[in-house]
């Protein structure tokens, strides 16, 4: 449903908040050692999280990636999704048709509405604040 993109994008804002809570920054090399994703292609995702100021980027020695602890319960995964893959997942068809809308419907396209609606409210009220503290309980994990 998520591109491969947005995967390591949600999993990573995931890592560097339950860092934060710490008070730790997190290097490119350990995020992506986490996710299980191509340091390249990690870089270019996060440098998409921090231009939509969902983490923050510092530059040195002591530098790496974290989030202010006060935004972690701010941030929605919504934001996540969208800043990495945009609204398509909103708009588009079930089967990845480029024409499909209510006068020209796929053979999924009710089906798929109501899946997607639900997708919709679930991104829009699960904050990482939640993801995160599931994951330190031990309720949930970000890799096996």
């Known amino acids: 449903m ?19 809570y710490q008070e ?9 050692k986490e996710i299980a994703s191509p340091e390249a292609f ?13 983490i923050n980027s510092v530059k040195g020695a002591h530098g790496g990636f974290e989030i202010n602890k006060k935004q ?3 941030i ?5 999704v969208k800043a990495i893959d945009g609204d398509k997942i909103y708009n588009g ?6 024409t499909c809308d209510e006068n020209h419907p796929c053979p999924v ?14 991104l829009e009220t699960t904050n990482l604040e939640e993801l995160a503290l599931d994951i ?3 309720a949930s994990f970000l890799k096996i």
């Open 2 to 20: 998520f591109s491969k993109a947005c995967e390591y994008g949600i999993k990573a804002s995931i890592f560097i908040a339950l860092n934060s």
């Open 24 to 32: 730790k920054r997190v290097s490119l090399k350990a995020i992506a």
């Open 42 to 54: 990690t870089a270019k995702i996060l440098q998409d999280l921090a231009r939509h100021n969902i």
């Open 72 to 74: 972690i319960s701010e």
């Open 76 to 80: 929605k995964l919504e934001q996540i």
């Open 93 to 98: 068809c079930g089967l990845g048709l480029h």
């Open 109 to 122: 396209h009710d089906k798929f509405k109501d899946i997607r609606n639900d997708l919709k409210i679930m």
């Open 136 to 138: 330190k309980a031990g």
